[in-house]
Nanobody, 125 residues
Framework: QLQLTEAGGGMVQPGGSLTLSCRGS????????ISWSRQVPGKQREFVAG????????YYADSVKGRFTVSKDNTKNTMFLQMNSLIREDTAVYSC??????????????????WGRGTQVTVSS
């Protein structure tokens, strides 16, 4: 059974930082690409960051490039999203994803069967 459990969301002031984690079970994380996405109520889900299956390439949405960093710890079967210099527009529910693919400048998220439940991030003064 595949399961992804996120943690680390919360409220932070603009300019602050948060680190999200996602622990996987039912699969070996090192064998798959990973990604993070976010969604604001009433808006389309947005790709945020991705890491290829062997961990040697990262991909970021233009809106977060230079501020967010995606990584993973294979020994703990856990992925991370380090978020710095947060702005109000970063407010959303963030989900970790098992899988994804990058091609010709576009990152394709996996189906919802491979998303975590999500954790709320709120950036507010």
């Amino acid at each position: 059974q595949l399961q992804l459990t996120e943690a680390g969301g919360g409220m932070v002031q603009p300019g602050g930082s948060l680190t999200l984690s996602c622990r996987g079970s039912g699969y070996t994380l090192s064998n798959y690409a990973i990604s993070w996405s976010r969604q604001v109520p009433g808006k389309q889900r947005e790709f945020v960051a991705g890491l290829n299956w062997n961990g040697d390439s990262t991909y970021y949405a233009d809106s977060v490039k230079g501020r967010f960093t995606v990584s993973k710890d294979n020994t703990k079967n856990t992925m991370f999203l380090q978020m710095n210099s947060l702005i109000r527009e970063d407010t959303a529910v963030y989900s970790c994803n098992m899988g994804g693919a990058y091609s010709s400048g576009t990152y394709y998220l996996p189906s919802s069967d491979f998303w975590g439940r999500g954790t709320q991030v709120t950036v507010s003064s």
